[in-house]
């Protein structure tokens, strides 16, 4: 790697560096200062192999910790194809996948969906599923009939016993040894993940790793195909009169209700195909596999009765219900939640609404003005799995304590998008039950855009590495508040997204934060345009990289504020890369504390670290831009920072 002694030197502004303007050119600009590329600008590979220990690497999060200069592109990638799967939940999932150790395209020859499809014409096509059942053993109640069940609707409970009657073999495959499941769900259930028992982990962890979600994972994108084109037949149907449709299988209950007032407890549901009315759900499925499609109405989905009027934060049963399973829950399954129309109430202080653990969810909903509160886990949360949570339109509000919102966890993926409307993303901080180490008056969010890892070198010497999450809100001027590690932050080896494509935001996060990371993690923030305002409280935010981490920043225009503690604003610390990019608008930066605006701090003498690379880059492309208070930096200043030719360097650019 080339690397140059420079103390605190100004370069004037005829040095010739192309203009800073894009993104791309703003890196050149900004490495080239150091006599750095993209391509010699990585970690050292040497220093972070001595340093990091851990299992279960996320494939793409590797690959990106090697060529971190690459982040920005292969985000771009996967913002592009997110954007273009609205009403395709398949082709979503199968773009999260990549995201995972799972990866598979399963409408590579076409929609996974057409065939069943095809093989079930009309409503006489139930009568043949049922005889497939019965001829498999699968029934335990005869189905029951009450009213003039419509004939679209008959079809599409059809395709739906059909598909998922195909896929089981996929679950079999994933789970072949009945035993194994049921020790490794009992290990699971009791988290003996958390470290505080290795017997109990070491077992857990045998049992995860020899389990290959690949195959569930394949079924899951099929499931929800089939799933995604009922809606048209469920739309379509027409009704006389009330009617209900009901069999019991050994996998679950089958229900098609009418568009009365309704409360159903889905513990136990196979498939619920309800065409309207203000309904009411109860619980999670613990079925392998649970569809649940709602045609219209202002519906709640509820971990239990009690959190109709009472929102979970002043829920005293909050605590007690951490583990167990609400609405949209994969656990050991595949879970698809779709909901057509109305304003929902989505409340679970269980985990819920796209959360995965060794499995696979899809919480879809497609219109109307939504309020999402949960307590952890859920909201798009993957840990050995993919949990995704999709809200087409309207304003919405998420609310959650922690692990939410776009987390992933080992081996795990978990997506929240948001593609209309002025939303608010909040992850508890007054209400204080998961207090912070960096800060015992602060939660531990993990949440909007979080990859997190299992860190145990320091227990008994097996740490787990961190998966994907990401956050991605697609319009509208949104508010983002959290506590800590949050809004773009990689943890262990962890990567954590949010995109912001459009709107004039608000963020509020305490320490890493707002594209950050912390050993060996990514965390990358992407806000496309308008006037926003950033508020890291305390530590490593907005674009701070820590431990051979990166913490990428990208705001691309608008008018910008900025308010920032310490190591921010493209810090780098312990061998990390910290990036901070502002490429249009007059800017306003206020700071307190230190180490900011492109600082890397050198490390100690005599450790492999003063060997490895610390970067620190601030970038302002262009505009009027004030720097408040006692910055020691002013508008169209550039100087780099570096104090020998091993160890740490840092640019400040304002173009």
Request: aromatic fraction near 10%; charge should be negative.
């Amino acid at each position: 790697m080339k690397m140059i002694a420079l103390a605190f030197v100004a370069l004037f502004t005829t040095t010739a560096f192309p203009d800073a303007s894009s993104l791309d050119n703003a890196a050149a600009v900004s490495l080239g200062a150091v006599g750095l590329s993209r391509q010699s600008a990585i970690f050292d590979p040497v220093a972070m192999s001595y340093y990091r220990t851990g299992q279960l690497e996320n494939p793409l999060v590797t690959a990106l910790s090697a060529n971190p200069w690459h982040v920005p592109v292969t985000m771009g990638v996967v913002q592009r194809d997110a954007t273009m799967s609205a009403n395709q939940p398949h082709k979503l999932a199968a773009v999260m996948s990549r995201l995972s150790p799972y990866g598979s395209r399963r409408d590579l020859l076409g929609d996974p969906s057409s065939a069943i499809l095809s093989r079930n014409p009309s409503g006489e096509s139930l009568a043949v599923i049922v005889q497939k059942y019965r001829d498999a053993g699968l029934i335990t109640k005869e189905p029951q009939s009450q009213g003039l069940v419509p004939d679209d609707l008959k079809r599409a409970i059809a395709i739906l016993l059909d598909a998922i009657f195909s896929q089981r073999r996929l679950y079999d495959t994933t789970f072949p040894n009945p035993d194994d499941l049921v020790e490794l769900k009992r290990l699971t259930k009791s988290e003996a993940f958390n470290g505080s028992d290795p017997k109990s982990f070491g077992r857990w962890l045998n049992l995860a790793k020899d389990t290959d979600l690949n195959y569930l994972g394949a079924a899951s994108q099929d499931l929800v195909a089939t799933a995604n084109a009922m809606r048209g037949l469920i739309q379509s149907a027409q009704a006389i009169g009330q009617f209900e449709w009901r069999m019991g299988t050994q996998w679950g209950e089958v229900v098609i209700q009418d568009s009365r007032q309704q409360t159903t407890n889905l513990k136990n549901i196979l498939v619920l195909i309800d065409t309207g009315g203000n309904d009411t759900y109860l619980e999670g499925s613990d079925r392998w596999c649970s569809i649940l499609i709602d045609g219209a109405g202002n519906d709640s989905y509820l971990s239990g009765t009690g959190y109709a009027g009472k929102a979970v934060r002043d829920a005293d049963s909050r605590k007690n219900l951490r583990l167990a399973g609400g609405p949209g829950r994969a656990f050991f399954s595949v879970s698809v939640l779709i909901d057509e129309s109305g304003d929902d109430l989505y409340r679970s202080a269980g985990q819920a609404f796209g959360s995965a653990t060794f499995g696979f969810s899809y919480g879809l909903d497609i219109q109307g003005k939504d309020v999402y509160d949960t307590y952890s886990n859920s909201l798009g949360y993957g840990f050995f799995g993919i949990g995704i949570q999709d809200d087409l339109a309207g304003d919405d509000e998420y609310r959650t304590f922690t692990q939410s919102q776009g987390c992933g966890m080992t081996a795990g993926v978990g997506l929240l998008i948001d593609r209309g409307g002025n939303d608010q993303y909040h992850a508890e901080d007054k209400v204080i039950d998961f207090p912070s180490p960096q800060s015992a008056e602060h939660n531990v969010s993990m949440s909007q855009g979080a990859g997190y890892g299992l860190r145990y070198d320091y227990l008994f010497g097996n740490s787990l590495a961190g998966g994907f999450g990401t956050l991605f809100d697609l319009g509208g001027s949104d508010f983002y508040s959290s506590g800590v590690f949050s809004q773009g932050v990689g943890y262990w080896m962890g990567m954590g997204v949010l995109w912001d494509r459009e709107g004039e935001d608000q963020y509020e996060s305490v320490w890493y934060g707002q594209g950050a990371g912390a050993h060996f993690g990514i965390g990358f923030l992407e806000d496309e345009e308008g006037d926003d305002e950033y508020i890291g409280l305390m530590n490593m935010t907005q674009g701070a990289g820590h431990d051979f981490s990166l913490g990428f920043f990208v705001d691309h225009a608008g008018n910008d504020k900025y308010s920032s503690g310490s190591l921010a604003l493209g810090a780098g610390n312990a061998n990390g890369f910290g990036a901070f990019f502002d490429l249009v608008g007059n800017d306003q930066y206020q700071v307190s504390g230190s180490n900011q605006f492109g600082k890397a701090v050198e490390s100690p003498e005599g450790s492999l670290r003063k060997y490895a690379l610390t970067l620190g880059i601030f970038n302002d492309g262009g505009g009027n831009d004030q720097y408040l208070g006692d910055s020691g930096v002013r508008n169209g200043a550039k100087r780099v920072l570096g104090e020998n030719s091993r160890g740490a360097l840092g640019v400040f650019w304002d173009q």
